[in-house]
């Protein structure tokens, strides 16, 4: 059996201490820190994480405004936008909502977030520090995995960590982390064309599974005793659902959980601990900007 680790609960905690250092920020005399939000078009899971971010900004005395607009804005009103929250001092964080509408380029919208607000991480300045080790803003889902990982006392120095998934917002940012001095984690990524991935899985310490598939990572590929991460949200279709679907991750959890030493659940694993290194960054926005 293994031991269930709670992003839910290691979540609120560290939203606790986000909201302790607001509150005491406020109480020297700054202004609460602010989160912009923009939101483009009306895709509803876009929807829902914006509204579980301002309100989990909210809960902790962030405050932020989700600025929404038509799916058919054009990419310079954006550009400009973008522009006008970087010059705004009462703008401590800004994060864009992704995806865009395709006649948008993403890359072009994050590059034109100052990197002082890059509070995803997403920029490449902050992409940059984070793969020579500088302090800067955190990646959301691969930190809240460190930090998973931290709070369970599971030791990654010299463990080899395994990640299957080589995406920009965890894979390649996971690997960095992991590999920095003092997670001193042996990293190998795995992607789609991994020759016997199943093998390169088997010799995990730390498995992370990041690919978006459902129920990829099944019982032969976990080595006994393995720490499991699983990133995956994917919808499958289930009738006794009043929605018509339930949420799984990419990890067989019912074969994989007797296997392993820490598994995370899904829901309520990585995907809360994601919104709190969010506040975590966006307390850390307004703390340099006032220095
Ligand atoms: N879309 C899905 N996840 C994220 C995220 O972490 N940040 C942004 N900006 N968009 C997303």
Redesign the pocket.
């Known amino acids: 059996m293994a031991h269930l680790i709670d992003g839910k609960a290691l979540s609120a905690q560290i939203r606790e201490e986000v909201k302790q250092a607001v509150t005491q920020r406020t109480s020297e005399g700054h202004r609460a820190p602010y989160l912009a939000v923009v939101l483009v078009g009306e895709d509803p899971a876009?929807a829902s994480?914006v509204r579980g971010k301002a309100k989990a900004s909210a809960e902790v005395g962030i405050g932020s405004d989700t600025m929404t607009y038509p799916d058919d804005i054009g990419e310079n009103e954006l550009l400009d936008i973008v522009k006008g929250l970087n010059e705004d001092p009462e703008v401590d964080g800004i994060?864009?909502?992704?995806?865009l509408p395709k006649h948008i380029d993403d890359r072009k919208v994050i590059n034109a977030i100052d990197p002082k607000k890059d509070v995803?991480c997403?920029h490449p300045e902050s992409v940059g520090n984070l793969v020579i080790g500088l302090d800067g803003f955190q990646?959301?889902?691969p930190a809240g995995i460190v930090e998973m990982l931290r709070r369970s006392n599971i030791e990654t120095s010299g463990k080899h960590c395994v990640i299957i998934g080589r995406s920009n917002?965890v894979g390649k940012p996971l690997a960095n982390l992991m590999l920095k001095k003092g997670m001193d984690s042996t990293v190998t990524v795995c992607h789609s064309r991994t020759k016997d991935l199943p093998s390169i899985a088997r010799q995990a310490d730390i498995l992370v599974a990041a690919i978006g598939w459902a129920n990829f990572v099944t019982a032969d590929m976990v080595k006994p005793g393995a720490v499991v991460i699983d990133v995956g949200i994917n919808r499958v279709d289930d009738e006794t659902r009043e929605r018509g679907y339930r949420l799984v991750g990419d990890v067989d959890f019912e074969a994989v959980e007797p296997i392993a030493s820490h598994i995370t659940p899904v829901p309520g694993g990585v995907g809360p601990m994601?919104i709190a290194v969010?506040l975590q960054n966006t307390l850390k926005a307004a703390v340099d900007h006032s220095a």
């Open positions: 876009s994480y994060l864009v909502q992704l995806p995803d997403f990646p959301a889902t917002i994601t969010l």
